[in-house]
């Protein structure tokens, strides 16, 4: 071949090659994952979403939320430097639910949205004292954020107070509180201490008991526990910043706030125990450090912590 059919093969070539479209570039959409909401209170909670980026750039990125029982959704936009981005609203409804799902728009103007999740916020509790509790859902229970602080039955009925003594099997109902061993005047949330008596002396029901809970709750069994702490994802995200560890890493994220109020058993030199290190609710329920135990701690001589939980048969 000689150097003119070179020339005239290669701008034959060059010719064909510039009158072919180039390939387009396939199109991959985002995804997007809408998160459980966290930093839920009576009016604020905090929306959390993932996502992967498509082949496009993505330029939006934000939430629509609503009232699950009304159809108007509300639309917020968020900002982010990552694979994830949040937004915190305010001013919602006192034990309302909520739906909410993220959505992301790419530079072609694909809008694409992650499931919808919903959420209840809180609300509050008062009990014959005059005490009022915050509650919040957890799954599809609602429980009190704050340790038990009556000191009487729903009907009025009298729990005995006590700063010491003998905790034994044989006792009525009786709380136990100490301003020199517990931190109960100057945290309350702290609450009291209850005997087995206290917690399951009076109604009660196939699947719960009331013990002194206030009309309409229960005593959160090991069951409601369970499922608690699987829902919260371990007991760190349930922990306030008093528990005296070494490296205290709780986040206190679930805002179920779990105070080291410890637990009573008798003994004539130190009879409030773990104050600071441990939370012992009935009925079988341990907080250590980071570790959840469920056994039962010498049931008939020792008074404990108490949560309620929203009667839900």
Known sequence: MNKNQIYVFISITLLFVLACDPPEKEYVAPKIWTMQSIEITTT??????????????????????????KEDWKMVYAETNSGSYTFSVTHLKEETQYTVKAFVIDALGNKYFGEEKRFFTGG??????????????????????????????????????????????????VYYYSAEHTPYFQEPNFGLLYNGAAAYGRSSSFFYTQGVCPDGWHVATGGDWGELISHCGGSATMKTKTW???????????????????????????SFRSVFYGAYFWPVVILIRDNPAFFYLYQGTVAKSIRCVKDYY
């Open 44 to 69: 604020e909670a905090t929306f959390r979403a993932t996502f992967t980026k498509g082949s496009e750039e993505i330029t939006v990125f934000g939430f629509e939320w609503k009232e699950t029982l």
């Open 244 to 270: 005296a560890e070494v490296e205290n890493t709780n986040s206190n994220s679930s805002l179920f706030s779990i105070e080291p109020a410890g637990y009573y058993a008798y003994d004539m030199d130190e």
């Open 124 to 173: 509050t509790i008062t009990d014959i004292d005059g005490n009022v509790y915050s509650t919040l859902q957890y799954g599809d229970k609602v429980w009190m954020t704050e340790n038990l602080r009556v000191t009487r039955f729903a009907d009025g009925t009298p729990v005995e107070g006590r700063s010491g003594g003998p905790c034994l099997e044989t006792d009525g109902p």
